[in-house]
């Protein structure tokens, strides 16, 4: 087991995602957001995770946050979420985060999407879990509010398949979500 | 796959929890962690989810919230909502969910712990998989604040092990660590 970063990268979508209507909207930075996936990012070793909103007092926000764990007196008071939020890197889109990668790796990453309903280039689990064991990037895009813009999906090269409960109900927080995809692509 | 409820059941053990300092204490109820864990409980067909606390104002919060999704405003506004918060039952102890499982099972629950420690009762997730796959009744505790009190971890016949995500660090929040353990026991 590796304890440095894996290859896996993943970013949280507030912009474009969809509402209760499937409308495109932006949605607001939750503090809960970020704190609990990166938590779970760290525990896993995921690689960054990106904040994405292409609103300026977004950024504000977030910065102040991070400022407060990495640097103010959250770092005393609890250096693991210190730990935790070092790998949160805010980004005004999915082309920054992209950018960014393709720049450290000298490659695009794999594009990937998770999803509540079933897309067409599906890519399995053990599929996805084999390329991050290889050390190719891979940026995993979780959506906020209800969901991810087609626009977005269409971009991607590969989606999960739906987490499946066994039941006909499927209405997981996106931190439940990315849990167990984290844990189900880099858990032992 | 079963669409009703399996023999699997969770609390969330506000009382006896530890604090940073492993002091014995009572945490406060949070509407997040009984709308995450609700979600991802009923999306995996989880029997119950017990929020066990001993404080009464605080069963006055939790039942508020619960009139709020299940009968109020919140009901016909998003009726996931009010499905997943169907199963949340709030209870005075775990022993309380201890007994009223065992006059539903007519035989006491296996009760088992989940720890970010290492415990001495050790049970595999396929082992207790298996027990819920042959209907035996379960109850899972989750500790909230800074895990459970020992007392507690000694009344449990099982505990599972820690997750762990091929690094150092072990620091999830109690809402991703139920997620991901619920998906080890019940996922397909």
């Not at 979508?13 to 909207?25: D, F």
């Not at 309903?117 to 599929?127: D, F, H, V």
């Not at 109900?169 to 990315?178: G, K």
Request: one cysteine or more; charged letters at 20%; a neutral charge.
């Amino acid at each position: 087991m590796s304890k440095g970063k894996r290859s896996l990268h993943i970013a949280l979508v507030h912009h474009p995602v969809v509402n209760k209507k499937r409308e495109i909207i932006g949605s607001a930075v939750t503090n809960l957001d970020i704190h609990d996936i990166a938590r779970t990012a760290r525990t896993y070793g995921v690689g960054s995770y990106f904040i994405s909103t292409p609103y300026e007092d977004q950024h504000a926000l977030v910065n102040e946050l991070l400022e407060h764990w990495q640097s103010g007196y959250g770092a005393t008071y609890n250096p693991a979420r210190k730990e935790a939020l070092a790998r949160v890197r805010p980004v005004f889109s999915v082309d920054e985060a992209v950018s960014s990668l393709t720049k450290e790796y000298g490659r695009a990453p794999h594009l990937v999407t998770t999803s509540a309903l079933e897309q067409g280039n599906t890519i399995g689990y053990a599929e996805l879990r084999k390329k991050i064991n290889e050390k190719e990037p891979v940026l995993l895009l979780f959506g906020t509010a209800h969901g991810l813009a087609q626009e977005i999906l269409e971009q991607c090269e590969y989606s999960l398949p739906p987490i499946k409960g066994g039941t006909d109900y499927n209405h997981l927080s996106v931190r439940s979500a990315a849990s167990i995809i984290i844990d189900r692509l880099l858990g032992s």
